[in-house]
């Protein structure tokens, strides 16, 4: 986990690394997010979220295969109640 807030604005998200063990690829997963909190211009207390996830995943599933590195963008809503 890593994260940098400053103000409504916020980045976290997480770096995994597993080693190649027995013949098995190394895999890597990143997923940074860059989010905002708009609970204040809602006027509500509680943090609602709202943002972009850049999820990149190289070996999935360590099998090894070419091409079978995962690249997915999705958009974020979190409220904390």
């Known amino acids: 986990m890593y994260g940098w807030s400053q103000g409504n604005f916020n980045i ?3 770096l995994d690394y597993t080693p190649g ?3 098995r690829p190394d895999e890597l997963s990143i ?3 860059l ?5 204040p211009l809602l006027g509500l207390k ?3 979220k709202l943002g ?3 999820s990149y995943w190289e070996n999935k599933f ?8 995962q690249h997915n963008v999705s958009l ?6």
Request: hydrophobic share 35%.
């Open 31 to 33: 997923a940074p997010q």
């Open 76 to 81: 974020l809503l979190k409220w904390h109640l």
């Open 62 to 69: 360590a099998i090894g295969i070419p091409g079978d590195d």
């Open 46 to 48: 509680n943090k609602v």
């Open 12 to 14: 976290d998200g997480y």
């Open 35 to 39: 989010t905002y909190n708009v609970g």
């Open 52 to 54: 972009v996830e850049y």
């Open 21 to 23: 063990v027995k013949g």
